[in-house]
RNA sequence: GUGGGCGUAGCUCAGUUGGUUAGAGCGCCAGGUUGUGGUCCUGGAGGUCGCGGGUUCGAUCCCCGUCGCUCACCCCA
C-alpha cells in the first residue's frame, strides 16, 4: 500500500486485541501469574532485545529461526541486536549475569517476534507466558513444571488438550542416536520424499515429525530415541514418567516427537489441542542442560521450562467458552437532571472504593440509559432523579429479573456485593 | 521462501453471463414510550465494490500488476 491517502494497518503477521479477546487475554495473564505464585516462581523481565549471539549460541545458528526468521537490526552504536524469537534464551543470560541463588524458578510474559509467512494460529509478533527453573537437573523438578502447566490448562477450563512427553537424551547418547538415524535414512534414501532428501542428512531428527501420510509406515520402523537412551537418561525419562503417574497427571509418550529448538535435551514435552489448524501446540517445553554453558556460564546449570502461546490459547477459548473472562459491570449509575449528574460522580467514587465495577452514564433519557446498562452487561442499574437524589432513596434493578426496588444509600451495601 | 483461496457498509455475506439509483441480516442512530433495558414496529445514517493500470461506448464484474487477508508447506507458541 503506497498510496498515501489508504489508512494504516497493523504490519504482517501482528494484531491489535480489543474486545472479547483482550479480556481473555488479561484473565489469562491473571491466572497464569495466581498459579505461578502458588508453584514458587517469581516474575522476571528481560529485554525484547538482546545481543544476537544470545540467540545464535543459546537456540542454535543452524537452526531455522537463527539462520532465516530473526530481526536482526544494527543500532547506532553498531551493535547487532535481535528481537528475541523466543522466551527462554534471554532468561539464562539474566541469570547468567545475576547468579540468583538456585534453584531459580521464574515466570514471564513477552511478545516473541519471528519473521515467518502468517497462517492460523502462527504470527510475526507472538505472545507467550512461559517459566524457567535453573540450577537442577531433578526429575520432580521437570514434573513440577509440567504440573503447573498442567494445573493452569485444567483452571482455565480447556478440555480435550493432550501433554505429549519424550526424551531427547544427552549430548552423547542423542549424538549417537542420530548418527544411527543417520546411517538408516542414508541406507533408505530413495525411498524418502523429495523435502526429506534435503532434509536428512542436515537434521535426521526433523524426518522424524514428517506429516506426509505415505511416508508413516516407514517412518514408524526407524529406531527410537527411547532404546538408545544412556543408563543416566533413561533412569531420568523413568523417574518423570513415575512421578508424573504419582500425581494422576495423564500423558502420552510419544518417542518421535522432536522439538525445534537445538538446546532441548532429555524430556521435552508439549500440550496439543485440536481447532488449531495445523498449528496444533500450546505449549511446548523441555529440560535444556548444557544452554547455559552455550551462552557463557563458567559452572553448570541444567535447566528446564515452557512456554505458552497466548494467541493460540485465546484463539481455541474464543471457539470453545468465549464469557468465560467477560468483564461485568457490578452497577451502571443512571442519573438524570443536573443534581443526580453531579451526585453519580459523588456515588460512583464511593461504590468504587469498596470495590465495585462502576459505570455510569451521562444525563439522559431514562430508556436509553438502561439500553446502554445492558450493553454493558451491568449486574444493576440504580436509576438517580433528582426526586431520589432529593429524598435519599434510589430505585435499584435487577437487570436480569427486571425487578426493582427502592432503597436507602446505607442499605446499598446489604443488596449487592462487588463481583 | 513456495503454493491454493479471498478482498463489496462497523461485522457476516448476497449480487450483476459488463449497463444507468449496489442489496440483505446483524450492529449503530432516532422515533413509537412524558423516568424503565433485553421483544416488537417505523424511519435514518453508513460503500471511491482494496489500490493502480488495461480492454470496452460503458468495469464492482473481464485482463494485468500491486497491496492486504487467509489456509497449507517449511518451521514453531
Partial sequence: MSDAVTPFQAPIGTHDVLGAPSAEWEGLIATFAQYAYRFGFELVITPMFEDVGVFNRGIGEQSEMATKEMYV???????????????????????????????????????????????????????QFGVEVLGTDDPAVDVEVIALAHRFYEAIGLTRFRLLINSMGDALCRAAYVELLRAHLAANVERLTDEHKNTWSRNPLRVLDCKVPDDQPYIDKLPSILDHLDDACREHFASVRSHLDARGIAYEVRPRMVRGLDYYMRTTFEITHGGLGAQNSVLGGGRYDGLAEAIGSKVPAPGIGFSIGEDRLVMILEESNPDRFKPAVDVFLAPMGQAAEEHAGELAAELRSQGFSVERSADRKLKRALEVANKTGARYTLILGDDEVSTGTYSLKDMASGEQVKLKRSELGARIKPN
Fill in 73 to 127: 537490526f544494527t543500532d547506532r552504536g553498531n551493535r547487532t541486536h535481535a528481537l528475541r524469537p523466543e522466551g527462554t534464551a534471554p532468561v539464562v543470560r539474566a541469570f547468567i549475569q545475576h547468579s540468583p541463588t538456585t534453584p531459580w524458578k521464574a515466570w514471564y510474559f513477552t511478545p516473541a517476534f519471528r519473521y515467518e509467512r502468517p497462517q492460523k494460529g502462527r504470527y510475526r509478533q507472538h505472545h
